[in-house]
């Protein structure tokens, strides 16, 4: 008899029964790499391990040491565990991203743009993955590649993807992976994506993941790579006014690469590294180079024309920059103790920045999703927020054009 579920890490598991010899049973796997403990105990005789995947067809047999090792090693690191519970430093470390293919419109790629080939799976909530969605936008990519975005709840196991019982994570294609990408039928997590390409797999699973529908790829996980090839490999494909759009321009593109390596490392990971400390050190640290980071970027901004960062002209440096700026005030101020100031009554010039990316281009505002962002950041970082008790405010998540917070409201009004 088979009896078919999860297990405790998520996986599809399908227990066989065999009648004939009472103390024996397998476990088929539909993925792997590593097991709960209780498995390993429950799996000691004959254990068949097997994925479901059209790229994985093989079996594997593996012996339980290495059950073991594998749950140790799954109980040693916890998804859930920002910074290492024994790392002294108390800093959190971004892992390097896994995949790292492109799309390129070079001869003989081996994942050439196409039109509806390849899939993006995205959190609204996470500011890496929505770099992709508005880049997408801008492009006038919608028709070229499809995307879906996952329920908004970071737990145990990952990312999951929302299915009809879920009525609290509204947005434009949230729902389950099989109702976007065919061959994805049945997956609960995006980790179950990561699997089936790679059962080894031992990174995190991460947001964006660019799929090639065609081969059943993962193409990336780097949103900064993704974002630069959707600016410029369907160029070919697109009509001339989303061609005229370059967000990587040839002169510009040391002063783009040169303010991203600051951006990225103090800003756009520096509220994560601000939020995620364990150490007071560690905090306080990050946070004052966080703030420098902010006041350099009001300056520039401050003293140059706009309403994009190199004047006219809209780059990646505006997109990189916002999903992180979008997100301030609403959470990284109370959620990640980035509180010297806040944008709206701090940074003038970043806030009239911003609020032109928003309220005037539907590619930043339609990809926005203040109830997938304030919901994701305090209710699954229970390290931080134990209860997981959303705060209502700021009212509004972002003010509109042209008005400002009451104090500057007030000196305007009267006259100073
Ligand atoms: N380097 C990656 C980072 C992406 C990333 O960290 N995404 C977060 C969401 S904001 C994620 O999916 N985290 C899940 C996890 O680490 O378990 C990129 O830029 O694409």
Redesign the pocket.
Known sequence: MNIRGTNLLGRFITIKTKPLQPSSFSVRFQSIPTFSPSFTRASSSTTTITTPFKHHQHHHLIPSRKFTMAAAQQEEQK?TDWVKPKDPTGEFK?QQ?SFRNFISREPGAEFPPEKGRYHLYV?Y?????TRTLIARKLKGLEDFITFSAVHWH?GAQ??RFSTSDDTDAEGENVGPAGSFVKEHEGFTHLRHVYFSVDPEYQG?????VLWDKKQGKLVS????EILRMLGTEFDDLIEEKYRGLDLYPEDLRKEIEATHDWQYDLINNGVYKSGFATTQEAYERNVKALFEALDRTEEHLKTHKGPYWFGDRLTEVDIRLFVTIIRFDPVYVQHFKCNFRDIRSGYPAIHTWMRNLYWNHAAFKDTTNFLHIKNHYTKSHTQINPLSITPLGPVPDILPLGEGVPAVEYVKGHGY
């Open positions: 998804i971004r991203s959190s909530a996470c500011p890496w993955a970071l990952g990312w995190r699973f991460t947001v964006p996980n780097e949103s900064s």
